[in-house]
């Protein structure tokens, strides 16, 4: 309890400083942070042994703004990347180069059985295949989370590879990821649908029902820090039992459809290296406003 305490303290206050030399938004980062920051300071108050150690905490993390002492800074600094490693981010870049149908079922003991892996969809206007837009978006999510400090396990490195959406769970599974974050983009009979939307199961979902709150948490942040950044339109997050890439995690997971292909205007925007910027680095702004409220 202590440590998980101690542990959400650190990132707190990490994100505090890092946030720091974003003048972009400073005065709204600088809100949501103190808010953080008084939540942060009442469940300590609770737990009476991991006051001190916080505070503590607090004095190396306030440091770099008082003083220009440049050793103290380096040390700071392997603080923050020492915290972020704690946290295992699993990212699965949808489908691959071909799709597998053979069969597996939707989720551990189901009857029920879906393609393996399909081959996802592809861009209208741009060409583009979604397995190869999944693969870009990943690769920049992955550094920007690495550069932050954070472990960083991919189901997928290359288009050509087969592994089935269950597979791609067992992933995120066995490196007992803090979230599993699964890219994709989506499609639509109607070319004028746009926008971005996030999935994750039912709170009766009869393999992993008990990861419903985490995973709508985490499908929440994401949506909202993705459509504030790339100003997509917020289309919905969609509670599904039907995944089975969901089905079948035993960490808290969502999909996330960064955007549709079937229409030009996002097709086009989503090809674009300074969009896709954007949608990863709105996906991470995400994920570590979930990781401050869960973890
Ligand atoms: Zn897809």
Redesign the pocket.
């Known amino acids: 309890m202590e440590t998980a305490i101690l542990k959400a303290a650190i990132a707190v206050l990490t994100i505090s400083l890092t946030g720091c030399g974003n003048a972009k938004d400073e005065s709204a980062v600088n809100q949501t942070e103190t808010t953080s920051l008084t939540t942060q300071e009442i469940k300590i108050e609770t737990e009476t042994s991991a006051i001190s150690a916080a505070e503590t905490l607090t004095e190396a993390f306030t440091a770099p703004e008082t003083q220009t002492n440049a050793t103290e800074t380096t040390e700071n600094e392997n603080i923050v990347k020492k915290s972020f490693s704690n946290y295992t981010i699993a990212i699965d870049a ?2 691959q180069s071909h799709g597998n149908s053979a069969q597996e079922p939707i989720g551990p003991g189901a009857s029920e059985t879906k393609a393996k892996v ?1 081959g ?2 592809s861009g209208k206007a741009s060409g583009l295949d ?2 190869e837009l ?1 693969l870009i978006i990943s690769l920049k999510l992955k550094k920007l989370l690495e550069e932050k400090g954070y472990n960083v396990i991919m189901t997928r490195e290359t288009n050509d590879v087969d592994i089935s959406n269950s597979e791609r769970a067992a992933i995120a599974n066995s490196a007992n990821a803090n979230a599993f974050v699964r890219i ?4 639509s009979d109607d070319p004028a649908v746009n926008g971005a939307m996030t999935i994750c199961q039912t709170p009766s979902n009869p393999y992993n029902g008990y990861l419903y709150d985490e995973s709508y948490s985490l499908a929440e942040n994401i949506l909202n820090s993705l459509t504030e950044e790339t100003g997509a339109y917020r289309e919905k997050i969609w509670e599904t039992d039907t995944m089975s890439g969901i089905n079948w995690a035993t960490v808290p997971t969502t ?1 996330v ?1 960064v955007g549709y292909m079937s229409n030009r205007e996002e097709d086009l925007k989503l090809a674009n290296e300074e969009y896709q910027d954007k949608v990863a680095l709105g996906i991470m702004k995400g994920i570590e406003k979930y990781l401050q409220v869960n973890e």
């Open positions: 949808g489908h399909t996802g969809t979604e397995y999944n994709h983009a989506n499609g999909i459809e």
